[in-house]
């Protein structure tokens, strides 16, 4: 079983659709969640960070659940400049000097059409 | 500033070939990882560095390859012979130690393809 588990997609969705990812992650031990966003033939950038209490950036919500080791992330409005793949990643530790690698998930590609 | 630095972008070399990657962090980061994205297994940790000391190697897949950071600002990643299964985008992503911070920085990666 993968580390981080996510629907590849592709979810093709109409201009202003509301879509949501979901990612699962089979460490009980992680302790630091994120949403990376990869534009085609480019490096993966940071989208957010996700936190136990849930938190927003805009048309951008994060989710995560402790208890079912589950990680979302819900686009509204969604626009052709967010077609991409998201990637869910993990990583088990972040709070002290010696940092973790990222553990990432296979990605989930988005595609909005006009 | 200038971001991670990876060269070459592109790379196309026969079977049986010596191939080296080479990345320049960010000026300040010192940790430094070494990733392979390929269509079948995604993104893949290969190995990773702390203040030029390698931490966790357990990602590199076999003798084959090796990597280095003989200094700050420099890496390496080798690989000696290659075959045609090493084809893929090797990325290398820096971030600071001790500092609060969420995001790793990819360079924009080396596209290999091994004929």
């Known amino acids: 079983r993968k580390e981080v588990e996510q629907d590849p997609g592709p979810f093709n969705v109409p201009e202003g659709a509301t879509v949501a990812f979901n990612c699962t992650y089979s460490?009980?031990?992680?302790?630091?969640f994120f949403w990376y966003r990869q534009d085609c033939r480019k490096e993966p950038k940071l989208l957010m960070s996700?936190?136990?209490s849930g938190n927003e950036d805009g048309r951008f919500t994060a989710q995560l659940n402790r208890a079912s080791q589950y990680i979302s992330l819900l686009i509204r409005d969604s626009k052709l400049s967010d077609s991409a793949t998201y990637l869910c990643?993990?990583?088990?530790?972040?709070?002290?000097?010696?940092?973790?690698?990222?553990?990432f998930g296979s990605g989930t590609r988005l595609q909005v059409q006009p | 500033d200038a971001g991670v630095i990876q060269s070459p972008r592109h790379e196309v070399t026969e079977m049986g070939q010596e191939v080296t990657l080479r990345c320049k962090p960010i000026?300040?980061?010192?940790?430094l990882f070494w990733y392979r994205q390929t269509m079948m297994r995604g993104l893949e940790l290969l190995i990773y560095?702390?203040?030029?000391?390698?931490?966790?190697d357990s990602g590199m897949p076999e003798d084959r390859f090796s990597a280095k950071m003989p200094n700050a600002s420099f890496s390496t990643l080798k690989i000696q012979p290659s075959e045609p299964r090493d084809s893929a985008v090797y990325f290398c992503?820096?971030?600071?130690?001790?500092?609060?911070?969420?995001?790793?920085?990819f360079g924009p990666g080396t596209r290999l393809t091994v004929l």
């Open positions: 990643v993990v990583t088990p530790k972040i709070r002290d000097t010696g940092r973790r690698a990222l553990t």
């Open positions: 460490n009980s031990a992680s302790q630091s």
């Open positions: 996700v936190y136990s």
């Open positions: 000026s300040g980061h010192n940790s």
């Open positions: 560095f702390n203040n030029n000391v390698p931490i966790d």
């Open positions: 992503a820096s971030y600071p130690l001790g500092v609060p911070t969420n995001e790793q920085f």
